[in-house]
Nanobody, 125 residues
Framework: QAHLAESGGGVVQAGGSLTLSCAAS????????RAWFRQAPGKEREFVAG????????YYGDSAKGRFAISKDNDKNTVNLQMDNVKPEDTAVYYC??????????????????WGQGTQVTVSS
């Protein structure tokens, strides 16, 4: 079974930048959409950004619009999340997700059947 692994988390100062990466263990993994979610302590898992594996269509949650950018590398089977102008409220565990199903609302947790273990992002003020 394919797995997803996040990397790139850490501590960053407010206003700084950070890039997260998500790699799939199986190069032949066939997915329709990949996404990033985040979860802060005591809060529900929140949609950050998503990208369709076929084509270049991207989607962003309200908190990410104008500051974050999702991108993909089809050959490497990886998805990146470029985070700019980060804020303390961006502090959370960030999860990579993938859906092997062709339907479903991109912003919903239930759409995704593969998840990474998560990587901590801490923004200091």
């Amino acid at each position: 079974q394919a797995h997803l692994a996040e990397s790139g988390g850490g501590v960053v100062q407010a206003g700084g930048s950070l890039t997260l990466s998500c790699a799939a263990s199986a190069r032949t993994l066939n997915t329709y959409v990949r996404a990033w979610f985040r979860q802060a302590p005591g809060k529900e898992r929140e949609f950050v950004a998503g990208i369709r594996w076929s084509g270049e269509t991207t989607y962003y949650g309200d908190s990410a619009k104008g500051r974050f950018a999702i991108s993909k590398d089809n050959d490497k089977n990886t998805v990146n999340l470029q985070m700019d102008n980060v804020k303390p409220e961006d502090t959370a565990v960030y999860y990579c997700a993938a859906s092997t199903r062709s339907s479903g609302f991109i912003g919903k947790v239930e759409t995704y059947d593969l998840w990474g273990q998560g990587t901590q992002v801490t923004v200091s003020s």
